[in-house]
């Protein structure tokens, strides 16, 4: 979700006001970025208040467990960012918040739940595209056929993605769980866009490698090449697809189960419905595809592109969080504002993982209409 669609236009205006007529633009800046904030998740605060008052009176509190370092970890949130910083830096976020953060992103984004996570705090993880044959024979056989893999490290360290959170006085009065139950909230709203943009378009010079990029080639800038987009696919048909297919195939090497498209949602309304959907002879709507495809609508992709994959075959990673104070917030009295600086890194197991086509070539699905005479 961004957050900028969740501000109210009278509220913008009035902020850019604020900072262009204020002669200390830094302390201008820091109040209008709490303003923001609070704006922008004032749901989930107002959420957890209710869940804490409620709570208190059912004396049943639903806090996942935590574990020691996350216990430290929050106890030193709640005294506030100034308090708790030492050398610019309250700490890093516990391993076992990241992973459980991701795990929540991945249940609320249908894009992200085809990623492999890797664990958090794994600097380099493999990522392998299986190919190879197994071969029977007697025990006394020699070798007659090898199981290879193409086995690449990523490491997962490399770039920096970065969310601001906002930490209220009226959470961090509560109890530690419901000061998790915010924290992580707010940590997977302000990633999840990020890593979504990553997994897609990436360009691997400052960002993990996209689906729309090429693994082993880049430009003179340092950034991943573009992918071909292929411009012959019109339809979903078993034509159409059969190059696609072949292709997330990786050469035969792999089945193809379920096929994802990835689009624009106004791509989606204008282009994929009318192609992928007809009028009946008898009746209501029937589906060209002749194969299992879930379609998976996200503003992250491109207008007029579309992007055929498959779950499984892109592997992201996080090699830690790093949390600091916002140097601007000495005027904050309600709130604290801190930075996340999130390390890490993405790839496909290979370039047949994607295959992205100009989705406007698609032609609406006519249905074929036989006459027959009697003599």
Same mark, same amino acid.
């Given at each position: 979700m961004r957050i900028d669609n969740k501000i109210p236009k009278e509220l913008q205006e009035s902020i850019v006001a604020s900072i262009n007529e204020a002669e200390d633009k830094g302390l201008a800046i820091a109040e209008g970025m709490e303003k923001i904030a609070m704006a922008a998740h004032a749901d989930i605060v107002d959420r957890i208040l209710k869940d804490a008052e409620a709570e208190k009176v059912n004396a049943k509190k639903n806090f996942r467990p935590l574990s020691a370092n996350e216990k430290k970890f929050y106890t030193g949130l709640k005294a506030g960012a100034k308090q708790a910083v030492t050398a610019d830096q309250?700490?890093?976020?516990?391993v076992e918040t990241i992973d459980y953060t991701l795990n929540e992103v991945k249940?609320?984004?249908n894009i992200l739940s085809l990623i492999n996570f890797a664990p958090a705090g794994v600097k380099k993880w493999l990522v392998a595209s299986k190919t190879g044959a197994a071969v029977w024979g007697n025990l006394t056989d020699s070798l007659t056929a090898e199981l290879t893999a193409t086995i690449t490290a990523t490491n997962m360290d490399v770039f920096k993605l970065h969310a601001f959170c906002?930490?209220?006085?009226?959470i961090r009065d509560l109890e530690i769980g419901y000061v998790d139950r915010y924290f992580t909230a707010i940590l997977a709203e302000a990633m999840q866009d990020g890593i979504v943009q990553g997994y897609i378009d990436g360009d691997g010079k400052v960002a993990p490698i996209g689906l729309t990029k090429k693994i082993g080639q880049t430009n003179q800038d340092g950034t991943h090449t573009?992918? &071909? &987009?292929?411009? &012959?696919?019109?339809?979903?048909s078993p034509e159409q697809m059969g190059p696609v297919l072949a292709t997330?195939?990786?050469g035969g090497l792999r089945p193809v189960d379920k096929v994802y498209l990835l689009c624009n949602p106004l791509d989606r309304y204008q282009y994929v419905n009318p192609a992928l959907y007809g009028d009946s002879i008898s009746g209501g709507y029937v589906s060209k595809a002749f194969l299992n495809m879930e379609i998976i609508e996200d503003a992250n992709v491109t207008r007029g592109k579309g992007i055929f994959t498959m779950s499984g075959l892109y592997t992201m990673g996080f090699q830690g969080v790093m949390v600091d104070e916002y140097k601007e917030t000495k005027a904050i009295d309600d709130a604290d504002l801190i930075v996340a600086k999130v390390y890490g890194n993405g790839r496909a197991v290979d370039d047949d993982a994607a295959v992205v086509f100009n989705i406007t070539n698609l032609i609406p699905y006519i249905p074929t209409v036989e006459t027959v005479t009697n003599p």
């Open positions: 309250i700490d890093i976020i516990p249940k609320a984004s906002i930490i209220p006085k009226a573009a992918k &071909t &987009t292929v411009s &012959t696919i019109t339809g979903f997330l195939s990786h």
